[in-house]
């Protein structure tokens, strides 16, 4: 309970020692979100069963609590859709008319009760089930459950009235409702849509919800629609909320439907909210904890009770648009509380004038935007697998409801668990004296770290239920003198979008942190899974690395290592470079694409050059290094004789451009040469087995050469052979 206290204090200590800058940011910010809810809560209040005021109410109070509560910096809370399609379900299925008096009774028992259960969820620590749901899992129920509450409002849209049920009811309810559809409304409502949805794109920072509620309010006042069939919103009086005691009467006579409905809305806040603002905290680098953000649920959903509200849930949608307006922190939630306040007193009035179809097309853009199509196509493309969990969990919302969606979701999430390894054995590994292989550290008393650097053993599929694990590991191992973190990945065959998002997290985390990361020892094709799966970075930034020695080498770690020891004792074990170690690791890296990536780096190069040429004259920096080096890190011997090749042709390019003169060009490709003899005397003497390998391939890069540019390559091999007789002259005299 300590640390609650603490977590109680954080936003008090944020606005003391708040930068004027961020603080603006924040407060603008808040107001934004809070313009944004009003038309988005007010619509998910009608689908929760209750008048659209206590959409409003929902809009003050709990997300108060919540920021005072909360440790995550920017994450936004509010009435959302899918803890209103719940509720909203749960009353047709009681046979409660919405917005009636018993609605009004049960509807803040279901929020009051889902802090209840939040509470049991703090107790029992219930947040590190979370891990254990997929991306696929979550994102099929988060569609299904919005696809649901789309189809329940197109009758709405169109001038009739909101559907209840399942997708077949839904269906037929479009379909029975067709003779009380309004031409007006409909152009109304789907033009809402459509402008909203392009604007998007186009203007993205503009918030057309807000614009789109006054656009429809001008057109009521100016050519009164009403008379012409289109429905408005009932006149709202402006007034702050009377406190709601729970009535705890319809939880007596139908116990087992309200508490089962209202323990699954509690676990759909609890994964969705954790899992979003789990990913605003890798994005910025936050801490939060799970179990303690459990309790500002709690008590946000307890203040919604309070006014009479349905239970609240974390916003994706309107998280988004603080965080593209610059919010650190929960001083947002304050002045958004503050400016609904403003609202409810002097803005209800103008409520009246809103069409309905404008309102519930506004609603339908914010559905619109929770839908997974993206995920949907990624994992269509990348995972077939997946895309089948995917497409059970929202077929099971569709078909079966939310309370069954969320049982088969979870039900799909364990079997993937049961599939896949869960715990794979893992190893810290060390080097033990006079010996050349890496051994694990706990199994061999001789066995010692490398100084400055953790070598981690992962034996096992890298997937969303032991990736939490991994990533542990890996952050308690580092100590304050830790330079390079390697790891020996030989054991890991296949990783999944969760692995790959967190592993891109990891690494731009430790980056930050001023430590190097690695991936070895892997078969070339999980490289191609990594880049496919979303994770390019993770190879062209050179973080994966054909082996434990290269990864070492490119830190600056090079043979005989230094162990861990009082007495620096350092190993015996040979500088000589393991059978192949260098050879193509380019091409084991990019796979097909690894021409294509070598091309782009001389590119680079090239333009490095030829501006060092205009401002240091003949000082060239790259050809004066000993190894080349770029973004990806060092190149090995291997891979850098191509390099030159790709180098030479585009400073011909170059030089066909005019910006670079050919007696600058004939210079360049005198050092080319120069470091190319250099580099392949040096693999010679490493490994020369690798020398055909070398001629081989080169014949390969220059028919690539010579196809792709054939003025160039004829160009270089013309200069080549006045270098070579200008050599050949020079020596004769």
């Known amino acids: 309970m300590k640390n609650d206290k603490i977590i109680c204090m954080r936003l008090i200590d944020e606005i003391k020692n708040k930068k004027k800058f961020n603080l603006k940011n924040d407060i603008i910010s808040g107001i934004i979100v809070a313009l944004v809810s009003i038309p988005i809560s007010m619509g998910y209040a009608q689908i929760a069963g209750i008048p659209v005021i206590y959409g409003l109410y929902g809009s003050i109070f709990p997300i108060l609590v919540f920021a005072f509560l909360t440790t995550s910096p920017q994450f936004v809370v509010g009435v959302d859709a899918m803890p209103a399609a719940m509720i909203g379900t749960m009353l047709a299925g009681l046979g409660i008319t919405a917005e009636s008096k018993e609605a009004l009774r049960v509807v803040p028992l279901t929020a009051f009760l ?39 409002q197109v009758p709405k849209l169109l001038g009739g009235s909101a559907g209840t049920g399942e997708i077949i009811i839904l269906l037929a309810n479009i379909w029975e409702q067709r003779a009380s559809y309004n031409y007006l409304s409909a152009i109304l409502g789907i033009g809402t849509i459509a402008i909203i949805l392009a604007c998007k794109k186009i203007i993205p920072k503009v918030p057309m919800t807000i614009v789109m509620m006054g656009v429809g309010a001008v057109l009521q006042v100016i050519f009164r629609l009403d008379n012409y069939g289109v429905k408005l919103l009932p006149e709202v009086v402006g007034k702050m909320p009377n406190l709601v005691i729970p009535d705890f009467k319809p939880l007596i006579y139908n116990p087992t439907e309200i508490l089962i409905q209202t323990l699954s809305v509690a676990g759909v806040i609890m994964a969705q909210t954790l899992l979003a603002s789990g990913n605003y905290a890798m994005k910025y680098q936050d801490e939060i904890d799970n179990n303690s953000e459990l309790l500002a649920y709690a008590g946000m959903n307890a203040a919604g009770a309070a006014v009479g509200c349905c239970p609240i849930n974390g916003s994706v949608s309107r998280s988004g648009i603080a965080d593209s307006f610059g919010c650190r922190s929960q001083i947002m939630s304050v002045t958004a509380s503050v400016t609904m306040i403003f609202v409810l007193m002097f803005g209800t009035p103008l409520f009246k004038y809103l069409p309905v179809p404008v309102l519930t097309g506004i609603v339908m853009t914010a559905l619109i935007g929770i839908l997974e199509f993206k995920l949907e196509r990624r994992l269509w493309k990348t995972s077939k697998n997946e895309w089948i969990v995917f497409i059970l969990s929202f077929g099971a919302v569709l078909l079966f409801g939310t309370v069954y969606g969320v049982m088969i979701g979870c039900l799909l999430s364990f079997a993937e668990v049961a599939i896949s390894a869960v715990k794979p054995s893992t190893a810290f590994v060390g080097r033990i004296p ?42 308690s191992s580092v100590k304050e003198d830790t330079k390079q973190i390697v790891v020996d990945a030989r054991g890991i065959d296949s990783v999944d979008i969760t692995a790959v998002d967190r592993l891109v997290a990891l690494n731009r985390k430790l980056r930050g942190r001023g430590i190097k990361f690695y991936i070895t020892e892997h078969e070339g094709m999980l490289n191609d899974q990594i880049r496919i799966l979303g994770g390019e970075s993770l190879i062209e930034e050179g973080v994966a690395r054909r082996t434990i020695t290269l990864a070492l080498r490119d830190a600056g770690v090079n043979k005989p290592y230094e162990l861990e020891e009082s007495d620096n ?67 090995g011997l291997f891979d850098e004789n191509e390099f030159w090749d790709y180098l030479e042709v585009i400073l011909e390019k170059n030089a066909d451009l005019g910006l670079i003169s050919r007696e600058d060009v004939k210079m360049l490709e005198q050092k080319i040469e120069d470091r190319r003899s250099e580099g ?54």
Request: proline share 2%; charged share 30%; hydrophobic share 40%.
């Open 434 to 475: 006079d010996q050349g292989n890496f051994y694990p550290i706990d199994r061999n008393s001789k066995a010692r770290p490398i100084k400055n650097t953790v070598v981690y053993r992962f034996n096992g599929s890298l997937f969303f239920a032991n990736i939490d694990r991994f990533q542990k590991d890996i952050e």
């Open 680 to 733: 392949e005397m040096r693999l010679k003497q490493l490994n020369p087995k690798a020398m055909k390998m070398l001629a081989d391939h080169r014949k390969k890069v220059r028919r690539i050469l010579k196809e792709k540019s054939p003025h160039e390559f004829h160009n270089v091999q013309r200069l080549n052979r006045e270098i070579k007789r200008d050599l050949k002259n020079k020596k004769a005299d």
């Open 114 to 152: 889902v802090a209840i259960w939040f509470v049991i969820f703090y107790l029992v620590r219930a947040g590190r089930i979370v891990k254990y749901i997929s991306t696929p899992v979550m994102g099929g129920f988060i569609s299904g459950v919005g696809a649901t509450i789309i189809l329940m």
């Open 569 to 635: 004792e350092v190993t015996k074990s040979s500088i000589i470079i393991e059978d192949d170690d260098r050879l193509a690791e380019f091409e084991w890296a990019f796979g097909k694409d690894a021409h294509e990536h070598l091309e782009l780096f001389a590119e680079h190069a090239a333009d490095t050059i030829v501006n060092e040429m205009k401002t240091q004259g003949e000082h060239i920096e790259l050809l004066e290094d000993k190894r080349v080096h770029t973004e990806w890190g060092t190149i």
